[in-house]
C-alpha cells in the first residue's frame, strides 16, 4: 500500500489543520489507518487509529477531544482534523496502514503498521 500525506502547515496556537493521506491501492479498504507523530530526536508516538469501515477508533491520551481520524473508502483517502492546536504537537505527522482489523492497546504501537507515508509537517506557534 503506497500512502501520501499532505495538509501540515504553520498554524498558531488554537486554530486547526486537517491532515489527509492518500491510497493509490485498491486494497484501501482492507487496511486499518494509523497516525503517527515524531518530533525530532525522539520516538515516533502514536496518535490516532482507524479501523477498516470506521466502526472503532482510539486516540493517544494527548489529543483526545481535539483530533478526529476518519477515512472515506470511496476515496482511498484517511483524514486526521486536529482542533485547537497547541505548540506541543508541532511535529512530523505520519499516517499508516496495516491489514486487518485489530482492538485494544496494540493499535497503539507503531511497530503495528506495515505502509508509511511520507510524513507532513505540522507546526503550531505560540
Known amino acids: 500500500v503506497q500512502l501520501q500525506a499532505s495538509g501540515g502547515g504553520l498554524v498558531q496556537a488554537g486554530g486547526s489543520l486537517r491532515l489527509s493521506c492518500a491510497s493509490s491501492e485498491g486494497t484501501f479498504i482492507d487496511h486499518s489507518m494509523g497516525w503517527i507523530r515524531q518530533v525530532p530526536g525522539k520516538e515516533r508516538e502514536f496518535v490516532a487509529y482507524?479501523?477498516?469501515?470506521?466502526?472503532?477508533?482510539d486516540y493517544a491520551d494527548s489529543v483526545k477531544e481535539r483530533f478526529i481520524i476518519s477515512r472515506d473508502n470511496a476515496k482511498n483517502t484517511a483524514y486526521l482534523q486536529m482542533n485547537n492546536l497547541k505548540p506541543e504537537d508541532t511535529a512530523v505527522y505520519f499516517c499508516a496502514a496495516v491489514r486487518g482489523t485489530y482492538s485494544g492497546t496494540i493499535v497503539r504501537e507503531v511497530s503495528l503498521y506495515d505502509y508509511w507515508g511520507q510524513g507532513t509537517l505540522v507546526t503550531v506557534s505560540s
Open positions: 482507524m479501523t477498516p469501515f470506521g466502526g472503532s477508533t
